[in-house]
């Protein structure tokens, strides 16, 4: 349930599927960002548990905003009642942001952009 989900559910069905009223906030990360942390440690022979995630904290619907402007087709938001209670999650960062001083995530708009533009030439994403 996010954006990869709704990227395929569009492609596949024409649709997002929200529950409630899309209003619940995650953090996110690009998986390029993910690879240049990885890559970082290794090189710097970095040690402990880092909450991996980027500062920019999204809810579901400004996600099928953003993909609104992103994904050449239109589509349809469809809701259902929310089975459980609403629940935001925002991810404490700043011991990472310590032990990689300097370090940019791509914005959150251009990995989407770019996420969409792979699976929209591939129509294969898992």
Known sequence: Y???KFIRSILQNGEVHLFGDGSE???YIF????VGITETFVI???EGIFNVASDDNFSFLEIVENLRIIMPEKFEVRSSERSQPKTDQKINCQKLKAAMPGFLFTPFEEGLRITC???INTKNMK
């Not at 998986?31 to 993910?34: F, G």
């Open 117 to 119: 533009e792979i699976a």
């Open 31 to 34: 998986i390029e960002d993910l």
């Open 44 to 46: 710097n022979d970095q």
């Open 2 to 4: 996010g954006p990869t």
């Open 25 to 27: 906030r995650r953090n």
